[in-house]
């Protein structure tokens, strides 16, 4: 039995992850979740009464209590999904990205560091800290064409996308520099159930099913390379336990759509599940708005690297995940429900307007 320790497990992949790992007789799962307004404890109920499966709410910038936790728990494996994660906040707000996204990844790596060099060497060689990153510390690509491999120059252009850069950059230095056994992914535009209804899809199906505007920002025309959450979620335990340590691995799903295309393809989808009064469709909810300031045009993953070393592969297309995706919300108003009435009720984020 091999113990994980998960960060940001209550979020939207930790938690997907969470529901993946449980459900392995061969793991336990530790959660060590903030419960930031993104957080949510109710993404972990269908795995919360499990035997192998922990929460703990703490923050990872709280070094004695990481190293506490590490100490009693004795993970073999530390995924870090804890993070700010919404390019729109990091625009109104930027501190809390620094204050997690790096202050708090740093701290975690000495917590992570110190637990790592007490371990017996049996224990030291099955070691993994598996950061998860984006592909947004790349930057932006053209429309023509190209895509990131884990080659590409890092570039990154919103608060959220230099402070992930940042900890990534820090997570390889403690590999050069104090041997700390790592993994690193950067991940394309994740998708599905338990998202935060403030990102584009969630937001769109909710504003659609409360009759409200769709914003889409500028011309709608940037583009992002879609992938289900839980695809995600196999590529992250796949590259936790299989992947070489020092390693960073892209994971995409081969979906490039653009921002239209998505809103659009929602608004089909829902015209048939859950047709509005009087045959109207719900493009014509569609809204173009002012476009976010330093907007990266295009994101696009080169995923052969993890295809070719661990196998893995997406098994939903956009087309399919969206479905399921759009099904899920429908069938679960009891979890997003508190969320637009406490947390978020969908107003725009990250515009620079005052209003
Ligand atoms: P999310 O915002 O849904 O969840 C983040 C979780 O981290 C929340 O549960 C929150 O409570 C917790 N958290 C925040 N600060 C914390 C702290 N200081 N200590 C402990 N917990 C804290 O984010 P997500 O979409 O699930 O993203 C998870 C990770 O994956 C992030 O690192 C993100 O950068 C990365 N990523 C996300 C995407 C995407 O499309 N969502 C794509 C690629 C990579
Ligand atoms: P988002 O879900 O915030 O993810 P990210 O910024 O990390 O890619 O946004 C996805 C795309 O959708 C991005 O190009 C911005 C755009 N967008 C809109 O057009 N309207 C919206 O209301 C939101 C939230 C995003």
């Given at each position: 039995?091999?113990?994980?320790?998960?960060?940001?497990?209550?979020?939207?992949?930790?938690?997907?992850?969470?529901?993946?790992?449980?459900?392995?007789?061969?793991?336990?799962?530790?959660?060590?979740?903030?419960?930031?307004?993104?957080?949510?404890?109710?993404?972990?109920?269908?795995?919360?009464?499990?035997?192998?499966?922990?929460?703990?709410?703490?923050?990872?910038?709280?070094?004695?209590?990481?190293?506490?936790?590490?100490?009693?728990?004795?993970?073999?494996?530390?995924?870090?999904?804890?993070?700010?994660?919404?390019?729109?906040?990091?625009?109104?707000?930027?501190?809390?990205?620094?204050?997690?996204?790096?202050?708090?990844?740093?701290?975690?790596?000495?917590?992570?560091?110190?637990?790592?060099?007490?371990?017996?060497?049996?224990?030291?060689?099955?070691?993994?800290?598996?950061?998860?990153?984006?592909?947004?510390?790349?930057?932006?690509?053209?429309?023509?064409?190209?895509?990131?491999?884990?080659?590409?120059?890092?570039?990154?252009?919103?608060?959220?996308?230099?402070?992930?850069?940042?900890?990534?950059?820090?997570?390889?230095?403690?590999?050069?520099?104090?041997?700390?056994?790592?993994?690193?992914?950067?991940?394309?535009?994740?998708y599905g159930p338990?998202h935060?209804?403030?990102?584009l899809i969630p937001l769109v199906i909710l504003n659609a099913v409360h009759e409200k505007e769709l914003?889409v920002?500028?011309?709608?025309?940037?583009?992002?390379?879609w992938?289900y959450?839980?695809?995600?979620?196999?590529?992250?335990?796949?590259?936790?336990?299989?992947?070489?340590?020092?390693?960073?691995?892209?994971?995409?799903?081969?979906a490039?759509r653009?921002n239209l295309q998505v809103v659009e393809g929602i608004c089909s989808i829902l015209d048939r599940l859950k047709p509005r009064k009087g045959n109207k469709s719900y493009r014509d909810l569609i809204?173009?708005?002012?476009?976010?300031?330093?907007?990266?045009?295009?994101?696009?993953?080169?995923?052969?690297?993890?295809?070719?070393?661990?196998?893995?592969?997406?098994?939903e297309t956009f087309e399919s995940g969206l479905e399921k995706t759009i099904d899920w919300y429908l069938e679960n108003k009891?979890?997003w429900?508190?969320?637009?009435?406490?947390?978020?009720?969908?107003?725009?984020?990250?515009?620079?307007?005052?209003?």
């Amino acid at each position: 039995m091999s113990c994980i320790l998960v960060t940001g497990g209550a979020g939207f992949i930790g938690s997907a992850v969470c529901r993946l790992i449980s459900s392995d007789d061969n793991h336990s799962v530790v959660v060590v979740d903030k419960l930031t307004y993104a957080g949510s404890t109710s993404s972990l109920e269908p795995v919360a009464g499990n035997a192998n499966f922990t929460f703990i709410r703490d923050d990872i910038g709280n070094r004695p209590a990481m190293s506490n936790i590490l100490q009693e728990h004795q993970p073999d494996v530390i995924m870090n999904l804890a993070a700010e994660s919404h390019v729109d906040r990091s625009i109104d707000g930027p501190s809390e990205f620094i204050n997690t996204n790096i202050v708090g990844t740093f701290s975690l790596l000495e917590a992570s560091r110190d637990y790592f060099e007490q371990l017996p060497d049996d224990r030291k060689e099955r070691f993994r800290f598996h950061h998860i990153s984006t592909d947004e510390v790349f930057g932006q690509l053209p429309l023509e064409g190209g895509k990131f491999t884990e080659e590409t120059a890092y570039a990154p252009s919103s608060p959220y996308s230099a402070s992930k850069a940042a900890s990534d950059h820090l997570v390889m230095a403690w590999h050069h520099t104090y041997g700390l056994p790592i993994v690193l992914s950067n991940c394309s535009n994740n998708y599905g159930p338990y998202h935060f209804p403030e990102k584009l899809i969630p937001l769109v199906i909710l504003n659609a099913v409360h009759e409200k505007e769709l914003p889409v920002y500028g011309t709608g025309a940037n583009v992002r390379d879609w992938l289900y959450v839980d695809d995600h979620a196999r590529a992250l335990v796949e590259i936790a336990l299989r992947g070489r340590t020092g390693q960073s691995y892209n994971v995409g799903g081969d979906a490039e759509r653009t921002n239209l295309q998505v809103v659009e393809g929602i608004c089909s989808i829902l015209d048939r599940l859950k047709p509005r009064k009087g045959n109207k469709s719900y493009r014509d909810l569609i809204t173009f708005v002012a476009d976010r300031p330093g907007h990266d045009l295009r994101y696009a993953i080169d995923a052969s690297k993890i295809t070719g070393e661990l196998g893995w592969r997406p098994l939903e297309t956009f087309e399919s995940g969206l479905e399921k995706t759009i099904d899920w919300y429908l069938e679960n108003k009891s979890w997003w429900q508190p969320i637009r009435e406490n947390n978020y009720r969908g107003q725009r984020l990250g515009s620079l307007e005052k209003v």
